[in-house]
């Protein structure tokens, strides 16, 4: 395993990125020095970093997905479909069985629970849990029984060990 050794009085709260390229530490860098290092291909996503104070060296991936998922409110595109898509269906199905029974105080009990339902998968999404769409299916298809409900609860609870170098 490969320290980071850099510390704080190399770099500026800008400058604080360093990359391994060809297996030698480069920089300082940006967060748009690095965005140029990746478009024009000196970097992959799969290059290591590491920043001022860190201890040790991650895929530049981690870094990337972050600041996208950062921008867009910590969910994917992907995720927040498939959380509006299944919040949606679940609210159309209470919805429909309000009007089959016909008393508005189920449609509020029904939604409660569809809220509950999908509980794991907001989890997994606000965790950005790196197997979120495996775990989404597994909680829509599977969550109708406890144990299903709680294996994906426990899935979107469990701590993920981060690649390093």
């Known amino acids: 395993m490969r320290e980071c050794s850099r ?3 190399t ?3 800008e400058r604080s990125y360093f990359v391994l390229i060809d297996e030698k530490e480069k920089g300082p860098y940006t967060m748009d020095d690095l965005r140029t290092l990746l478009k024009s291909g000196e970097v992959t996503e799969d ?3 590491c920043k001022a104070g860190m201890e040790q060296w991650y895929r530049l991936r981690e870094l990337m997905t972050a600041v996208r998922e950062r921008r867009s409110g910590g969910q994917s595109t992907e ?3 498939l959380l ?3 919040t949606g269906l679940a609210v159309v199905g209470a919805a429909i069985v309000t009007i089959i029974i016909g008393e508005m105080g189920w449609f509020l009990v029904l939604l409660f629970a569809a809220l509950i339902y999908f509980l794991p998968s907001r989890i997994a999404a606000k965790r950005e849990h790196r197997n ?3 775990l989404f299916w597994l909680n ?3 969550g109708w029984t406890f144990f299903g409900w709680v294996a994906a609860l426990v899935w979107a609870l469990m701590v993920e060990k981060r690649e390093v170098i």
Request: a negative charge.
């Open 140 to 142: 829509a298809l599977a």
């Open 47 to 49: 290059s290591f970093y």
């Open 11 to 13: 770099t500026t709260e």
């Open 7 to 9: 510390d704080e009085l």
């Open 132 to 134: 979120f769409e495996a």
């Open 79 to 81: 995720q927040r479909t």
């Open 84 to 86: 509006l898509i299944g």
